[in-house]
């Protein structure tokens, strides 16, 4: 039974920080893909960060050079560093797993999502 748990969403200032976490249970695929998808008021849930087994990440034009996706696998814990928030950052944030196609390329849909956990930015 995999389960993804995030933590850490919370209201913060335009211009200020917050680091999501996402704790993973029950995976057991030797190589997968990990991610952060982003759902704005009113709007589709987008994608903005990927990382696989081997490290390869790949990031939305929208939060290149403000976010940072990276994992412990010791801790079976997803993070995602946020710096520079704007207001357009606001909405839920969601991490999910899914199987890693090759080097650099997850596999879509993802096949598990956590319950999101909310980020306002003002």
């Known amino acids: 039974h995999v389960q993804l748990v995030e933590s850490g969403g919370g209201s913060v200032q335009a211009g200020g920080s917050l680091t999501l976490s996402c704790a993973i249970s029950?995976?057991?695929?030797?190589?997968?893909?990990m991610a952060w998808f982003h759902q704005a008021p009113g709007k589709e849930r987008e994608a903005v960060a990927d990382?696989?087994?081997?490290?390869?990440?790949t990031y939305a034009d929208s939060v290149k050079g403000r976010f940072t996706i990276s994992k412990d696998n010791a801790k079976n814990t997803l993070y995602l560093q946020m710096n520079s928030l704007k207001p357009e950052d606001t909405g839920i944030y969601y991490c999910?797993?899914?199987?890693?196609?090759?080097?650099?390329?997850?596999?879509?849909?993802?096949?598990?999502w956590g319950q999101g956990t909310q980020v306002t930015v003002s």
């Open positions: 999910a797993a899914g199987d890693q196609l090759r080097r650099g390329v997850c596999a879509r849909p993802f096949g598990y």
């Open positions: 990382i696989d087994s081997d490290g390869d990440t």
């Open positions: 029950g995976f057991t695929r030797g190589r997968y893909c």
